[in-house]
């Protein structure tokens, strides 16, 4: 079929785990489509799991910022103390502290930095959880709905209202996994995210 093609992530093909038993003959009404579309960006910012991942992700920056923003005061301060010393002592003694301090500068760099990267991985993985953990109910709307793929709305240039299926999703997944909080004890337990079919 010309209008198949990969797309990576911009694919959900949720059709992985569908029933190799013949599915009703009901579900396939002449309206049915065997492909649906999903705005992924909408889901995960309007699901109440969604959300809490974003504002905890939101918290832990916020501080990170401030953290930020404390050190650099601190620095500052010791900089123009360390300035004025330089008028009272010798030289070597406040080569000696300048390069103390500025040693002291480049370690919170490199602290701050790795806890910004560390905030960034955290952010990708809670994003790459979510999408594991919303697979088998985007599969079990394929399934319902006599569909065999979800398309990313973003690779489709023109399609009807009616085969997106992102608010139905939404309330699926807010029935069914809540905020998702429950979940976090089963840890590494969250399906792949990155099933994908040629």
């Known amino acids: ?56 992700i939101a918290d832990a920056s916020q501080e990170l910022a401030e953290r930020n923003r404390v050190l650099s ?31 002291k500068v480049v370690k919170l760099r490199e602290e701050q930095d790795a806890k910004i990267e560390a905030l960034q991985r955290r952010r990708d993985l809670e994003r790459r959880v979510f999408t594991g953990r919303i697979l088998p109910i985007l599969s079990e709307i394929v399934q319902s709905s006599g569909a065999v793929a979800i398309l990313d709305d973003r690779a489709v240039i023109l399609s009807a209202d009616s085969i997106d299926i992102t608010d139905r999703a939404i309330r699926r997944i807010d029935e069914v996994l809540g905020d998702g909080s429950a979940l976090e004890d089963q840890g590494s337990d969250a399906p792949a995210s990155d099933q994908s079919a040629d």
């Open 73 to 103: 005061e601190q620095l500052t301060t010791e900089e123009k103390a360390l300035t004025e010393k330089r008028k009272e002592v010798a030289p070597e003694e406040f080569r000696a502290l300048a390069d103390a301090f500025d040693e």
């Open 1 to 56: 079929m010309a209008w198949r093609r990969r797309l990576g992530s911009a694919i959900f093909i949720a059709a992985v785990a569908l029933p190799t038993a013949p599915v009703p003959a009901q579900v396939f009404s002449p309206t049915a489509s065997l492909v649906l579309t999903l705005d992924q960006d909408k889901l995960y910012a309007e699901t109440l799991f969604g959300k809490r991942i974003q504002a905890e």
